[in-house]
């Protein structure tokens, strides 16, 4: 396996180590990773194709695991130790070193129930290269505002876009304001306010893919959607609490 792309798979769920625990179960040579936020206000699910036995164990520490992949060279060979025909070591071999990382009983890490949407989705946006660039940057610029607001509405020229409002709702913060086209029936909705730092992360390991999706719901849900080679991940966030 190549370990640009271990990596990308793990940096994918851990988000600049907002997650540490993660369910990772393989079957016919697929792999699916479950993952839940420490307050469960995120929860994610990733797919891709891996060429590995099948098998279903726990990962506890995801930056101990990526830690010792980094430390590798491109090309990795990978199986499993067992005990009694359970998976208990995963071992990791390049040219230069021979990895083993323990793994955990899957039973032992919460693992993510599967989410029921609302019937209808209030809106979907396609992510583009340009919004990903101004959201990091504006993020950037208030780097201590875990606030963004997202609205429904018109610009100047009539044209239905999605506003993005970074640094709360009170009069006396600092804010960032920019929209994104986008389209949507009825009536423009209230803003409703998600953890802008757990966005920017998602941004940040996706930035190169090949497609984005932001979905919205007017209950409160948001779904990001990405797609990179082989890689798929859908996360979920609810809404901060005000």
């Known amino acids: ?17 907002r997650i540490e625990p993660a369910c990772w179960s393989i079957t016919d040579n697929k792999l699916k990773i ?8 995120l929860i994610g699910f990733l797919t891709t194709d891996i060429q590995l036995e099948d098998a279903e164990f726990g990962i506890s520490s995801t930056s101990q695991l990526l830690s010792l992949v980094g430390i590798t060279d491109d090309t990795l060979l990978i199986s499993f130790n067992k005990h009694n025909n ?10 230069t070193f021979s990895l083993l990382y323990s793994l955990s009983d899957i039973m032992m890490i919460e693992r993510p129930k599967s989410v029921n949407l609302p019937p209808h989705s209030t809106t979907t946006i396609d992510i583009q290269d340009d919004f990903v660039v101004k959201y990091l940057r504006a993020k ?15 610009n100047d020229q009539q044209e239905k876009v999605a506003w993005f409002t970074l640094g709360g709702e009170e009069q006396y913060t600092n804010k960032i304001k920019f929209s994104t086209y986008c389209d949507f029936e009825n009536n423009v909705y209230e803003d409703i306010s998600f953890d802008g730092n757990t966005i920017r992360d ?41």
Request: proline share 2%; with cysteine.
């Open 202 to 242: 998602i941004l940040a390991v996706n930035k190169n893919a090949d497609s984005i999706k932001l979905t919205l719901w007017q209950e409160g849900l948001m779904r990001i959607e990405t797609i990179e080679e082989d890689i798929k991940v859908e996360y979920y966030l609810v809404p901060l609490q005000q």
């Open 140 to 154: 950037k610029a208030l780097s201590e505002s875990k606030e963004v607001s997202i609205c429904l509405g018109y």
């Open 86 to 95: 359970i998976p208990t070591k995963l071992s990791i071999e390049d040219n």
């Open 1 to 17: 396996m190549e370990k640009t792309k271990l990596m990308k798979v793990i940096e994918k769920h851990h988000l600049n180590k």
């Open 34 to 41: 479950d993952f839940l936020s420490e307050y469960k206000d």
